[in-house]
T-cell receptor
């Protein structure tokens, strides 16, 4: 699977939007973009995924650049419970099923 | 619908002992994955199993580690003759196994934290 690059850490104020970037310049046409997060002392949790179009669900929105070389996870109103490590993962359609985690972005939410 | 269950949540072993970690996937899920997270490191894939079959064990250490997912009962990750370097959090995930090109979500358990003294 292609490599992703994320900032090591970000800070946000509570109840403000958060934009978490991910670069994936070597993405292929069949790579899906997945986001998972890991809260302290817990297992990872699925957040959202997409291929080309922007996606929304109850947790977040995913904005995918037109050339697909980057994407942004958007938390519309950060809460203290959103403090976690956020992982951007590429998964090729039809490839091995396991997830390849990078180092992710540690999000700190300030009250 | 209960989520992925792992037990024990914490396990302490002395060097040379065996560790058995259990994972019960979500109801209806036939695919199980094991990941390991060493202290201050990211999650690393270990093994991917379907009922009674190991599909991909490319992330498993060649010695002392084994995994199974029997027809009945939980998936077991077994570590023989544990060493201090095995101390880590071990996470299990499951997915439905719908087949084809679908991008299945993986649902993770709370993990087992193994400490080797």
């Amino acid at each position: 699977d292609a490599k992703t690059t994320q900032p090591n850490s970000m800070e946000s104020n509570e109840e403000e939007p958060v934009h978490l970037p991910c670069n994936h310049s070597t993405i292929s046409g069949t790579d899906y973009i997945h986001w998972y997060r890991q809260l302290p002392s817990q297992g990872p949790e699925y957040v959202i995924h997409g291929l080309t179009s922007n996606v929304n669900n109850r947790m977040a929105s995913l904005a995918i650049a037109e050339d697909r070389k980057s994407s942004t996870l958007i938390l519309h109103r950060a809460t203290l419970r959103d403090a976690a490590v956020y992982y951007c993962i590429l998964r090729r359609a039809g490839s091995a099923r396991q997830l390849t985690f990078g180092s992710g972005t540690q999000l700190t939410v300030l009250p | 619908n209960a989520g992925v269950m792992q037990n024990p949540r914490h396990l302490v072993r002395r060097r040379g002992q065996e560790a058995r970690l259990r994972c019960s996937p979500m109801k209806g899920h036939s695919h199980v994955y094991w990941y390991r997270q060493l202290p201050e490191e990211g999650l690393k894939f270990m093994v991917y199993l379907q009922k009674e079959n190991i599909i991909d064990e490319s992330g498993m250490p060649k010695e002392r580690f084994s995994a199974e997912f029997p027809k009945e009962g939980p998936s077991i990750l077994r570590i023989q003759q544990v060493v201090r370097g095995d101390s880590a959090a071990y996470f299990c995930a499951s997915s439905p196994g719908l087949g084809g090109e679908r991008q299945e979500t993986q649902y993770f358990g709370p993990g087992t934290r193994l400490l080797v003294l």
